[in-house]
Structure formats: structure tokens, C-alpha cells
């Protein structure tokens, strides 16, 4: 089942041309639906018919590629539009994903625990590229402890103090 949280409305914002957009999820949603080049919109709550992200007349049943599964977040499209999503993707992957944080993707990385203590065996979350934005503009990733279902979004700043 499927409904809005807390998470919709979270500022976010686009990592765009140093573009700083601050919005809730909901608004941008709707912001982006008619961009030429779409972001990764919140797919839940969606109707997965006659909808996408990248023509004005979709027809028939549609399909997501997620660049956030933990979080739903990622593009939607018709059958027609299934290439120019994948192309669009692969371009914000390459572009987009993990924010500032990309360079520690792949690495073991030191995380502050709530407890005060370090983890040495942490890791950019393989399932959530997405970044959020906190009140303060701060870049935020989602981290994850290798091998558990353990995660916690980190301000990247931090990130890279922990990791120097
Ligand atoms: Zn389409």
C-alpha cells in the first residue's frame, strides 16, 4: 500500500546548474511534471496508467526505473517514452547520483553512530542515489551499514570529516 509520510514533505531541492530550488516533494512533483528534462519525482501515490514523465499523451501501462527504491524516488514513463527514460536515467546516474558524495561510492566508509561511536563499515546505500536537501541547504546522503539493514542519512559535509 502506498501513501504519503513524513518524507513528502521534506525540502528537497534540485542538484541542478547550482540551481537551489527548495520545495516540498509534493510541490516539486508537480513542478517538474512539465520540464523537458524530468527529475526523479516521489512514485508513490502514482497511477501507473497513461502516465509519464516525457510526453504530453501517454497511453497505456506505465514503468519506473528507480534511482531510490528505499525512498520510491525515480522517473516514470508511457510505452512509447521507455528509451528516452532510459537515456534520461543513465544521464542523471552519471550526473546527479549521490550528490557531492559520488567519490565515496564503492569505499568502505567511517560513519558516527548514535551512540557516539564510529563505524568503519559503512557504505553509500547501493539502493538510494537520491540526495536530500536539510533546512540548511546541507547535501544529504543515504548510507547504509554493510550487510544489515541498518541506514542513516548523512550530511556529506560530515562525511567527509569522518573519512579524511
Ligand atoms: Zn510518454
Keep these: 500500500m502506498s501513501s504519503t509520510t513524513e518524507f513528502d514533505s521534506m525540502l528537497v ?3 541542478v546548474g547550482g540551481q537551489q530550488i527548495q520545495m516540498s516533494l509534493a510541490d ?14 516521489r512514485l508513490v501515490m502514482v497511477v501507473w496508467k497513461d502516465n509519464c514523465q516525457f510526453c504530453s499523451e501517454p497511453q497505456g501501462p506505465s514503468e519506473a526505473l528507480y534511482v531510490s527504491t528505499h525512498n520510491h524516488m525515480g522517473f516514470i514513463s508511457c510505452p512509447n517514452c521507455l528509451e528516452k527514460m532510459q537515456e534520461t536515467y543513465n544521464h542523471w546516474m552519471e550526473n546527479f547520483a549521490y550528490g557531492d558524495a ?5 569505499r568502505k566508509i567511517r560513519v558516527l553512530r548514535s551512540n557516539g561511536q564510529f563505524d568503519d563499515d559503512w ?10 536537501i536539510d533546512e540548511d541547504g546541507q547535501q544529504l546522503v543515504n548510507c547504509k551499514k554493510t550487510g544489515v539493514d541498518v ?14
Design 123 to 132: 557504505e553509500l546505500h547501493p539502493n538510494d542515489a537520491y540526495v536530500l
Design 102 to 106: 559520488k567519490e565515496l561510492l564503492g
Design 13 to 15: 531541492t534540485h542538484i
Design 28 to 41: 516539486k512533483n508537480r513542478y517538474i511534471k512539465n520540464q523537458t528534462n524530468p527529475e526523479p519525482i
Design 151 to 164: 541506514t542513516k542519512h548523512c550530511p556529506v559535509k560530515l562525511l567527509f570529516e569522518w573519512n579524511s
